[in-house]
């Protein structure tokens, strides 16, 4: 040690870490996009963070056509109906491998301007005069641009080739979105690249943007059993330490009855304590949502009105609807619920739609676990998500304690940290309580030798108040003021 004379001054940790801010609800969110239309477009297979709706359409493209492009649906609702943000979009369809070749089509010019309908992949464009011609010149001999309607406008430019034509000849690729299937969604890992595809991806937001997947959604597909169960799986254990939600829709295009929702839910195998089961789908302006599509939008919504903390369950919310429909497209019918029909689905752990007092409003509390499970913590859905939560926050505040000697010091630290949150958040009514504790019989000492500490966290989380009874009763008393 060097030879010291004077006044030093040192640091040690501070005993307590200051508990990260996790969000619970971020959605991702995978399905197709019109990438053709994007003007900044992102890769298939890559996930994409989006803070405006701008941004998403830069990124993916937008069209009304949501059965073709499901992702423009999530669009609309999460940014433009309920302002909520951020969310993490993940587009499967790839226009290079979903496409149809379409050769040596002729098509008019009308005053040098010709129209297509179909989805075309710009890249892929070739303009020529006649078919046995060379290749015209973009920007050169013309344009071709989408218009605000999603169809191709080409425009022969004075003083090239097509300036005097009144047709050409087009071959290009249209992109079709009706060769994306289920497995497409579901994904996996690519044998030949090694890349992750589908569902596999929720791994990478984490690891991409440094935020916590909360809720994992694929409207238009998530009615598909085998699509939901890997997104059940992909609710736990996320980049190996995460936890979220799935919201997954009834096939409302083959259950039209209320009745019916029961059967399908349990014929197809949608119980899991992760996983919010919706019917009908919703409709505003006579446009349709899947409901999960404006569950999450709830969801996100109700959380930020409580401090970003999701002990306050989407129940008895505001949708963003003026009716509800079940049936195929072109055939629907509408559905009106009262409340003994909407709490017989609540009991079968399904989340509906209620038009009961204040308009349109999720009804609901339960995750499809329910009624065969109804331990609280993960048949209610709030309590689920608290849990959800809590494992998130306490993962990311205390990674930075990894690798330290493992001490009384360290104990303490986490110990005292953890406490001291429990109880900011017991005083601000989002538990009942909380504590952790550092147990001998839960740590033998093989375990602490090989570095592994194991902390028991208790806390209680307050259940949604889904009965609320007045007992009433007729006082003969009171007849006595008769004679005052």
């Known amino acids: 040690m060097a030879y010291k004379h004077g006044v030093y001054g040192s640091e040690v940790p501070t005993s307590l870490v200051p508990m990260t801010n996790v969000s619970a609800g971020l959605p991702v969110v995978f399905g197709t996009a019109p990438v053709h239309l994007a003007t900044d477009p992102v890769k298939a297979n890559v996930p994409v963070l989006c803070y405006t709706y701008a941004e998403a359409v830069a990124a993916l493209g937008y069209s009304d056509d949501w059965r073709s492009y499901t992702l423009c649906e999530f669009m609309k609702s999460h940014f433009a109906l309920f302002n909520m943000a951020p969310v993490v979009f993940v587009n499967v369809l790839d226009a290079a491998a979903h496409r149809t070749a379409v050769a040596d089509e002729e098509t008019t010019l009308a005053e040098g301007v010709a129209t297509i309908s179909d989805p075309v992949r710009l890249s892929a464009l070739v303009v020529k005069k006649a078919a046995a011609g060379q290749p015209l010149v973009l920007d050169t ?224 509390n339960r995750t499809t676990v329910y009624p065969s499970v109804t331990d609280p913590k993960d048949a209610f859905v709030p309590i689920r998500r608290m849990f959800n939560w809590v494992n998130n926050t306490l993962v990311t505040s205390f990674w930075q304690k990894v690798d330290n000697p493992a001490n009384k010091r360290l104990i303490a630290t986490i110990v005292d940290s953890a406490n001291v949150w429990l109880n900011g958040l017991t005083a601000r009514g989002f538990i009942l309580g909380g504590r952790v504790e550092f147990r001998e019989d839960e740590n033998p000492i093989t375990d602490l030798m090989d570095g592994i500490l194991r902390f028991h966290v208790f806390f209680t989380p307050p259940s949604p108040a889904r009965d609320i009874e007045f007992i009433q009763e007729y006082d003969p008393d009171y007849l006595s003021t008769l004679f005052e």
């Not at 238009?220 to 085998?226: D, I, R």
Request: aromatic share 10%; glycine share 10%.
């Open 141 to 364: 001999d013309y344009t071709a641009a989408y218009n605000d309607e999603g169809k191709l406008v080409i425009t022969a430019l004075s003083g090239g080739e097509l300036a005097s034509e009144t047709a050409c000849i087009l071959s290009y690729d249209r992109v079709n979105p009706a060769a994306v299937d289920g497995d497409d969604i579901i994904g996996g890992v690519n044998v030949v690249t090694g890349e992750y595809e589908g569902l596999e991806l929720v791994h990478q937001v984490f690891p991409r943007f440094g935020l916590v997947p909360g809720i994992i959604l694929a409207p238009g597909w998530s009615h598909l059993s085998a699509v939901a169960a890997v997104m059940k799986a992909k609710c736990e254990n996320i980049s190996g330490h995460f936890e979220a939600i799935c919201i997954c829709d009834v096939d409302t295009d083959t259950v039209t009855k209320y009745s019916d929702v029961s059967q399908w839910k349990n014929a197809n195998n949608f119980v899991y304590k992760g996983q919010l089961l919706c019917w009908p789908k919703l409709t505003l302006g006579g446009v349709k949502y899947h409901f999960s599509t404006q569950l999450a939008g709830v969801i996100c919504k109700t959380d930020a009105a409580h401090d970003d903390v999701p002990y306050w369950s989407p129940s008895n919310q505001s949708l963003q609807a003026d009716g509800a429909v079940s049936g195929i497209d072109g055939a629907e019918k509408e559905i009106f619920l009262d409340t003994s029909n909407a709490a017989y689905l609540n009991g079968q752990g399904v989340i509906t739609a209620l038009n009961f007092i204040g308009g349109w409003k999720a009804w609901g």
